[in-house]
T-cell receptor, first 112, second 117 residues
Framework: KQEVTQIPAALSVPEGENLVLNCSFTDSAIYNLQWFRQDPGKGLTSLLLIQSSQREQTSGRLNASLDKSSGRSTLYIAASQPGDSATYLCAVSPWHAGKSTFGDGTTLTVKP | GAVVSQHPSWVICKSGTSVKIECRSLDFQATTMFWYRQFPKQSLMLMATSNEGSKATYEQGVEKDKFLINHASLTLSTLTVTSAHPEDSSFYIC?????????????FGEGSRLTVL
């Protein structure tokens, strides 16, 4: 059974700092890995999708990497802003229409 | 990106009544949609997989007679909470993946907050 772990559970940083969020998974037989952002009381917003054959994806100040063999992914946020404050979740899927397994998330607070 | 719309955003109902929540993919077709439940400060709990034109697949412990799922078209899935009770109060979210892309990328609705009095 796939298990996804996100460390740390919570993180507080001053504005402008670069930071890394971690995601690990136990079964390396994944189809893709996806990073999401969730604001309080809202649905999830897709940030980055990494297919199993890819090593990283970038979007603006966000960069996600994937090391499938070691079961790890990182989400790098550059020059953090207060607007980045949210809960970040990662999820892995075993195939393109399969059920994804979600981590419990990392709650990020960026202080002005 | 792709847009998934969920309606209503919030609903308050009396105990014993039924509530229907809609999940629509606005600009893509989705053979499969997923329904989740989320408790405060917790991650998503998958309730069921909604399959267009066939019965939904429920996760262990989810009462299929209480949480009725219908996926009548490639752009619409509905979740009906039947005979709702206060313990059914929760945040319900749906997700869908564009069938044509084949990437498996999930797009989520805005969520529906259900409060049962």
């Amino acid at each position: 059974k796939q298990e996804v772990t996100q460390i740390p559970a919570a993180l507080s940083v001053p504005e402008g700092e670069n930071l890394v969020l971690n995601c690990s998974f136990t079964d390396s037989a994944i189809y893709n890995l996806q990073w999401f952002r969730q604001d309080p009381g809202k649905g999830l917003t897709s940030l980055l999708l990494i297919q199993s054959s890819q090593r990283e994806q970038t979007s603006g100040r966000l960069n996600a990497s994937l090391d499938k063999s070691s079961g790890r992914s990182t989400l790098y946020i550059a020059a953090s802003q207060p607007g980045d404050s949210a809960t970040y979740l990662c999820a892995v899927s075993p195939w393109h229409a399969g059920k994804s397994t979600f981590g419990d998330g990392t709650t990020l607070t960026v202080k002005p | 990106g792709a847009v998934v719309s969920q309606h209503p955003s919030w609903v308050i109902c009396k105990s014993g009544t039924s509530v229907k929540i809609e999940c629509r993919s606005l600009d893509f077709q989705a053979t499969t949609m997923f329904w989740y439940r989320q408790f405060p400060k917790q991650s998503l709990m998958l309730m069921a997989t909604s399959n267009e034109g066939s019965k939904a697949t429920y996760e262990q412990g989810v009462e299929k007679d209480k949480f009725l799922i219908n996926h009548a078209s490639l752009t619409l899935s509905t979740l009906t909470v039947t005979s709702a009770h206060p313990e059914d109060s929760s945040f319900y979210i749906c997700s869908a993946s564009p069938s044509a892309r084949g990437t498996g990328e999930l797009f989520f609705g805005e969520g529906s907050r259900l409060t049962v009095l």
